[in-house]
């Protein structure tokens, strides 16, 4: 057990909605990434927040959103659902300050698996 | 950018044979590495890093690194295979001081009884 808390579990929704994942950070972590598995692309980053602020993003759609509240849990928003957005995804966690030179490793949740039908 | 090469997406090794997955990475400067390990319907856990120091990195479960600077590589292996180590490896990589990974595409590791 990661110590990092994905739900929910599985999500099945229709084009065009919008969804929210929810993510509870390992406890003391004070980064939280956000990461899509789909089996074309692979993993690949979408944005990192550090202590409610973001700090960078990656291949992330206008359409998806996220935030990390005072608590520390994040939550990723994906609106106007298309079918390709169908995949895996996962919010890891860190102690790591950005920027500084730190060893301390990412830990995963066990994802959401979204589907659009 | 940094990128991440995985060679075979799929490798299969009887038990008790020797386990090597390769990766190689691109970066301008030595980046941090990192292998990862995902069981079917769980998250990535880590098996090893490489940041500093010595180039040869020992991870859980058996399994070790090495870092090569000239070849640009980190190959994953293990003496020999179990049945438990059957799961899908991905290799990442961080500039310094970031934890922003590239993975590569992964590689599904069949152990044959």
């Not at chain 1, 935030?67 to 169908?86: I, T, V």
């Not at chain 2, 020992?58 to 399994?63: A, D, E, M, R, W």
Request: with cysteine; proline share 4%; aromatic share 10%.
């Amino acid at each position: 057990d990661s110590g990092v808390t994905q739900t929910p579990k599985h999500l099945i929704t229709a084009t065009g909605q919008r969804v929210t994942l929810r993510c509870s950070p390992r406890s003391g972590d004070l980064s939280v990434y956000w990461y899509q598995q789909s089996l074309d692309q692979g993993l690949q980053f979408l944005i990192q927040y550090y202590n409610g602020e973001e700090r960078a993003k990656g291949n992330i759609l206008e359409r998806f959103s996220a935030q990390q509240f005072p608590d520390l849990h994040s939550e990723l928003n994906l609106s106007s659902l298309e079918l390709g957005d169908s995949a895996l995804y996962f919010c890891a966690s860190s102690v790591a300050l950005p920027g500084t030179e730190d060893n301390s490793p990412l830990h995963f949740g066990n994802g959401t698996r979204l589907t659009v039908t | 950018a940094q990128s991440v090469t995985q060679l075979g997406s799929h490798v299969s090794v009887s038990e008790g044979a020797l386990v090597l997955l390769r990766c190689n990475y691109s970066s301008s400067v030595p980046p941090y590495l990192f292998w990862y390990v995902q069981y079917p319907n769980q998250g990535l856990q880590l098996l090893l890093k490489y940041t500093t120091g010595a180039t040869l990195v020992k991870g859980i479960n058996g399994f070790e690194a090495e870092f090569k600077k000239s070849e640009t590589s980190f190959h994953l292996t293990k003496p020999s295979a179990h049945m438990s180590d059957a799961a899908e490896y991905f290799c990442a990589s961080a500039g310094a001081g970031s934890y922003q990974l590239t993975f590569g595409k992964g590689t599904k590791l069949s152990v044959i009884p």
